[in-house]
């Protein structure tokens, strides 16, 4: 028995529309769901991206079929790293230029994998890196 996965990632931002607009523009990221004031989802690839309001999700019970969801949120800057494939770096980087996106640190690590930091509009910071990053 074991793990064989990331399912889904949270991050917490308290203007979803300003999320939503966000993270809808970014290539390979496509919105599914929300539920204002509460939550907004997006399929990235296999996987899922959530992102919550910390100011309802950590104080307001919400239930499935009179189950209910624990409590959750975190307030400061979350992190996220997508995974891209490293050929397409410098796309990435024209594309963060093109939408005034400011790239915020570049950081070229010891394999050679290198990371393009940015933030999003709550300050969440944002990493895209090839998986090989890990070997």
């Known amino acids: 028995m074991k793990i064989s996965g990331i399912l889904e990632t949270c991050l917490y931002a308290e203007d979803l529309e300003k999320a939503k607009s966000f993270y809808s ?9 929300e539920e204002p004031g509460r939550h ?8 899922m991206l959530l992102i919550f309001n910390p100011n309802h999700t950590s104080k307001e019970q919400t239930e499935v079929e009179d189950q209910p969801i624990p409590l959750h949120g975190s307030h400061g800057d979350g992190h996220i ?7 397409n770096l410098d796309k990435w980087k024209q594309f963060l230029i093109d ?7 570049e950081v070229t690590w010891p394999n050679g994998s290198v990371s393009i930091y940015f933030r999003d509009p709550s300050g969440n910071s944002l990493e895209l890196v090839s998986p090989n990053i890990w070997g």
């Open 40 to 47: 907004i989802f997006f399929r990235c690839a296999g996987s």
């Open 99 to 105: 939408n005034q996106i400011p790239i915020e640190s």
């Open 25 to 33: 523009a970014l290539p390979g990221i496509e919105f599914l769901s």
């Open 81 to 87: 790293a997508f995974s891209i494939d490293e050929s």
